[in-house]
């Protein structure tokens, strides 16, 4: 069976510092891979999502990178954090070109401070 | 632009009373739907999803969902709410003609169950 890992689940970081959140799929290949932030009382918001290997797609513009070094490895980064990073961050994965849901890990709690 | 509409931010209902979550979409065809939960602090569950067929779909926990595409909604209901469905629930869509899976998600509304 499918399962994604997310690390770390909680996180304090100065501003100014680095991020690395680090997410992986075990039981597939070739998913597409989602970061997504959720801030309190606005749901949900895409940051990037990658369909293969170095295929990064992002959203909205942002103080964020996101990194694919393998299949099932998704990696979101900061060289310098800002206070508005702050947020539950979600990774997920869903099976390329089917009709399927996205399969959410269980989030890193980030706060800046 | 394509979106999707949770207009109740908070509903708090009693236990055993029945419940309606409200979801409307903003799209030229019929996409993917979706609803998830949230309990605090954790990632989302999927509670069901409509893709085509017959427009009213079950789910797990006792929740179904009915898509009415003259109505762009697909609203989520159970019968009879526990105290255990206390959580963050969003309604999610994808549109298959852009090319990709990615979901787009409405605000979310908060389910408060009372004794």
């Known amino acids: 069976s499918q399962t994604i890992h997310q690390w770390p689940a909680t996180l304090v970081q100065p501003v100014g510092s680095p991020l690395s959140l680090e997410c992986t799929v075990e039981g597939t290949s070739n998913p597409n891979l989602y970061w997504y932030r959720q801030a309190a009382g606005r749901g949900l918001q895409l940051l990037f999502y990658?369909?293969?290997?170095?295929?990064i797609s992002s959203e909205v513009p942002q103080n964020l990178s996101a990194s694919r070094p393998q299949d099932r490895q998704f990696i979101l980064s900061s060289k310098k954090l800002l206070l508005s990073d702050s947020g539950f961050y979600l990774c997920?994965?869903?099976?390329?070109?089917?009709?399927?849901?996205?399969?959410f890990g269980q989030g890193t709690r980030l706060t800046v401070v | 632009a394509q979106s999707v509409t949770q207009p109740d931010i908070h509903i708090t209902v009693s236990e055993g009373a029945s419940l309606e979550l409200r979801c409307n979409y903003s799209y030229g065809a019929t996409p993917y739907l979706f609803w998830y939960v949230q309990s605090p602090g954790q990632g989302l569950q999927l509670l069901l999803k409509y893709f085509s067929g017959d427009t009213l779909v079950q789910g797990i926990k006792g929740f179904e969902a009915e898509f009415k595409r003259s109505q762009s909604s697909f609203n989520l209901r159970k019968p009879s709410v526990h105290w255990s469905d206390a959580a963050e629930y969003f309604c999610a869509v994808a549109f298959p003609n852009f090319g990709n899976e990615k979901l787009t998600f409405g605000t979310g509304t908060r389910l408060t169950i009372i004794p």
């Open positions: 990658s369909v293969g290997i170095g295929q």
């Open positions: 997920a994965w869903s099976v390329r070109r089917q009709n399927t849901e996205a399969f």
